[in-house]
């Protein structure tokens, strides 16, 4: 269980376990972590899971949330990060989270494994199951089986919707591209939508495009719902059950 | 498409033997990748028997198409997908047959990564935790997804891919040639796109060199060799801690003609913007 640690100057103040729910920082006294100084707006900031990664989101507080030395607006945290808001700090223990358990009669020579070894059936079946459980216990194993699913909204292509079942798509005038764009000025790979091993990501081709408004910068990975905009077209990225 | 390649391979800093083995094939424009393990010298064994059995067999099939396909396939392949696949269960077999008679080689088993590119047509064939990758559009992008536990641990939601980077679990596969009598092979089929640039590595490169750092190595040197020596160069400088082999495939532009020229133009234009699309 992730644990996140409210401190002032070197004392800590709060300290709250990050579960399902996210957890709300600002300096209203209902939040989850208040913090109580002038400079925090009153729903500042939360943090929370999404698919396995804990995230903080600034909440378009005034003063702005801070992960070590930078400024976000979203980002992943780290075991050992630390959130800046105002004066305060807030310490990010990830530690306990992700440790599968490894008991399978070996632990004696566990430790660091430098040679290559490759899990007999038996060892990687069990292995398989412990991580299929934890998967359920904190619930991204569900998500795995819908689709991805583009849908599009506004502009000219060859189809309404388009299935994502391929590690690679690109959108673009190309007549290799998976979402075809109609029209002779739209550029030939306008962008890429590439699956990872943690979730989808929208890349640029020869144009940059557009997240729910704001252009990207670098890969992006897509949340359900997320709307894409690129050359003139609008696109809806969903998970299809 | 014009093709242009290079491969390097090294034995890095630290170990004394190198059991990374890789072949290209130029005229058939097929690229074949392995990482042995083993004790002794065995891993060099099942690692040059890999990478032999795989050009040797899409060799055969290609004068014989009515050789015999191993393993699975799936109805969409393409004839050289599906050969590149059975090549992949074939060199498995081999690797086990040939432990299972020398009890000295017990325990030795090898990763493949294979691609084989026709025309504007990609074919991949994959087992273990070597990698391939593509640069399109100035983004980099791993095709395969590795048979490591902690990926597979990434892929369910249990670690995040930074706690995967520094896992001490990161040797331990779940796939790997020669373990069983048969294996699970990923195979998929790209299309490819002009200006594609496609790298293959062993884990060698990929626990020393950083995915940014990658791509900026196959964006500023254009040619594959230099480009695939500079990053064996550089693996080896952050300590080298393995056998590092990188192959590099660059496809050309479409066509020539004032058309494309006008089109090259253009992109330079837009170039001006300082737009790589990377990381």
């Not at chain 1, 990687?124 to 459980?133: H, N, P, T, V």
């Not at chain 1, 764009?181 to 890429?192: D, E, N, R, S």
Request: proline content about 4%; some cysteine.
């Amino acid at each position: 269980m992730a644990k996140l640690s409210l401190m002032f100057e070197q004392r800590l103040v709060k300290e709250v376990p990050v579960g399902s729910r996210p957890v709300s920082i600002g300096r209203s006294p209902d939040n989850d972590l208040p913090v109580d100084n002038l400079a925090v707006s009153n729903y500042h900031a939360r943090v929370y899971f999404e698919a396995g990664r804990l995230v903080v989101e600034d909440l378009d507080s005034l003063n702005g949330t801070f992960v070590n030395d930078m400024r976000v607006e979203r980002a992943t945290l780290h075991d050992g990060d630390s959130i800046w808001i105002g004066k305060h700090h807030i310490k990010v223990d990830a530690t306990h989270d992700t440790a599968l358990p490894m008991d399978y009669g070996r632990k004696a020579n566990a430790p660091r494994i430098n040679e290559t070894m490759v899990l007999d059936t038996k060892v990687r079946r069990d292995m398989l199951q412990q991580a299929a459980a934890m998967g359920e216990r904190t619930q991204f194993a569900a998500g795995r089986l819908k689709v991805p699913t583009i849908i599009v909204l506004s502009g000219k292509t060859d189809q309404k919707e388009y299935a994502l079942t391929n590690k690679l798509t690109v959108i673009g005038r190309s007549s290799l591209a998976t979402v075809r764009l109609k029209g002779w000025f739209k550029p030939v790979m306008a962008a890429q939508i590439n699956q990872r091993d943690d979730g989808y990501y929208v890349v640029a081709g020869d144009k940059i495009p557009t997240v729910n408004g704001s252009p990207i910068n670098g890969p992006v990975r897509l949340n359900d719902g997320d709307l894409i905009e690129i050359s003139g077209v609008r696109l809806n990225f969903i998970f299809r059950e | 498409m014009r093709i242009r390649s290079g491969g390097v391979s090294d034995v890095g800093r630290v170990r004394t033997n190198n059991e990374d083995c890789y072949r290209i094939v130029p005229d058939m424009g097929l690229f074949v990748l392995s990482d042995g393990m083993g004790g002794e010298a065995h891993g060099e064994v099942a690692s040059a028997l890999a990478v032999e059995t795989v050009v040797k067999h899409c060799l055969e099939g290609e004068n014989n198409p009515a050789l015999p396909v191993f393993g699975e396939t799936q109805a969409g392949w393409s004839p050289r997908t599906k050969r590149l696949s059975s090549s992949v269960h074939l060199a498995n077999k081999r690797i086990f047959d040939s432990a299972a008679q020398h009890p000295e080689q017990s325990g030795m088993g090898a990763t493949l990564t294979a691609i084989w590119l026709v025309e504007n047509s990609l074919s991949i064939a994959h087992v273990g935790d070597s990698r391939a990758y593509i640069l399109r559009a100035g983004s980099l992008q791993q095709l395969t997804s590795d048979h490591s536990l902690v990926a597979e641990q990434v892929r369910r939601g249990i670690l995040t891919t930074a706690q995967a980077e520094e896992s001490e679990m990161q040797s331990v596969l779940l796939r790997a040639l020669g373990a069983n009598p048969d294996v699970e092979v990923d195979a998929e089929e790209q299309p490819l796109f002009p200006r594609d640039i496609l790298l293959l590595c062993s884990d060698g490169l990929t626990r020393m060199v950083m995915e940014p750092e990658i791509a900026g190595a196959l964006q500023s040197e254009p040619d594959p060799g230099t480009a695939a020596a500079r990053l064996v160069a550089l693996a080896n400088e952050r300590g080298g801690a393995d056998n590092v082999t990188v192959i590099i495939v660059s496809a050309g532009t479409e066509s020539r003609g004032w058309f494309s020229w006008l089109r090259r133009a253009e992109r330079k234009s837009t170039n001006g913007h300082g737009h790589t699309g990377g990381k």
